[in-house]
């Protein structure tokens, strides 16, 4: 990997190295879902790698999917983030955020009661979630209704702007990993009827609708897909499919990159989803032609001078 240690532009951002922080659930926040000065110096002593992608973090408030995750969706947590942002970038750091809703994966037991919601009530099998009670099975989710899509995508804009009101370089959405953006993707977890289900394009309507109003709130989005990981009980009928379609379609927002997760956590399921991705997902910018005229010559021309992409 000869690129690992060179610079990369990501958006405005310099990153010093190419390796990245993966988000990793930790489950250390404090008393409602606020992170303390325990996930700073977590996330301090990381400081070095190239990016730190922080953990999925609750976008709404009441959709909680692991005891003790954080939020951004109440000041406390967005003042307790603070301590975080700002100790990265004491460390010289640089930082996103991972910003989620859980979907069928949440619990009444995390969430004083309430049921959870998903594109269809089917229920999460083979797998059980902890909770203050104990581990225990995931239960059927309510079915969304269309009218209660527009909060959602409303909350996942707060939640990027708090994150950016919190010191955070960034925001990513988390779409992966079978949680509720995931959940209407795949055509295992999504039988709906209507705008949001069905074919391709409707399937991904919530993901499009929240990525257009975070890219509002943010100047550097990335996003976190997972089309054949079969945690949290997923699948799909092509997963090829959707990647290659969502990789075309993504190329109409402003994505500061795509982190593809290329495997199964779980090993069940086999397929190259990367290829189709770097196919249809890149930037596209034809090369620049060399000028063999200015090799050995002097001043900028042929020099300094070859023009260089935006910066996305
Ligand atoms: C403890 C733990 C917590 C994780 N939390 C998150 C998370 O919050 N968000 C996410 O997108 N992935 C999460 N993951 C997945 C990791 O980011 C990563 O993709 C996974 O460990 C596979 O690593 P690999 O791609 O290097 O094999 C988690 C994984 C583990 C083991």
């Known amino acids: 990997m000869p690129s690992l240690f060179s610079p990369l532009a990501l958006g405005a951002l310099e990153l010093p190295n190419r390796i990245w922080m993966a988000p990793l659930t930790r489950c250390r926040a404090e008393e409602g879902h606020v992170p303390g000065p325990l996930m700073a110096e977590h996330y301090a002593q990381r400081a070095s790698a190239g990016l730190i992608v922080a953990e999925a973090t609750m976008a709404m408030e ?21 301590l975080t942002t700002e100790a990265v970038h004491r460390a010289g750091g640089r930082i996103v955020l991972q910003i989620w809703h859980g979907g069928r994966a949440c619990h009444p ?16 099998s083979g797998d059980e979630v902890h909770t203050p009670e104990g581990k225990q099975p995931y239960v ?30 960034g925001v990513e959405v988390h779409g992966a990993n079978g949680y509720l953006l995931d959940q209407f993707l795949r055509d295992g977890t999504n039988r709906r009827s209507g705008p949001y289900g069905g074919p391709i394009e409707n399937r991904a309507r919530l993901l499009l609708e929240v990525l257009e109003a975070v890219a509002e709130e943010t100047p550097l989005m990335g996003l976190r897909l997972s089309p054949i990981n079969s945690f949290n009980d997923m699948a799909d009928s092509d997963p090829i499919g959707l990647i290659t379609w969502l990789a075309r379609r993504l190329n109409d927002l402003p994505l500061a990159y795509l982190h593809l ?10 397929g190259d989803v990367l290829s189709p991705a770097r196919r249809h997902f890149r930037r596209g910018a034809p090369l620049n032609a060399a000028d063999p005229a200015t090799f050995y010559s002097p001043g900028p021309a042929g020099y300094t001078d070859y023009p260089t992409l935006p910066a996305a």
Do not use: T
């Open 261 to 270: 997760m290329s495997g199964d956590f779980l090993g069940r399921q086999q």
């Open 140 to 169: 059927v989710p309510r079915e969304l209704g269309d009218d209660e899509i527009p909060p959602i995508v409303e909350g996942f804009r707060r939640a990027a702007r708090n994150a950016m009101a919190a010191g955070f370089d």
């Open 109 to 124: 037991l995390l969430n004083g009661g309430r049921q959870p919601v998903a594109p269809s009530p089917i229920a999460i």
């Open 62 to 82: 009441g959709h909680s999917a692991f005891w003790h995750e954080p939020g951004i969706h109440s000041q406390a947590q967005v003042n307790g983030w603070r």
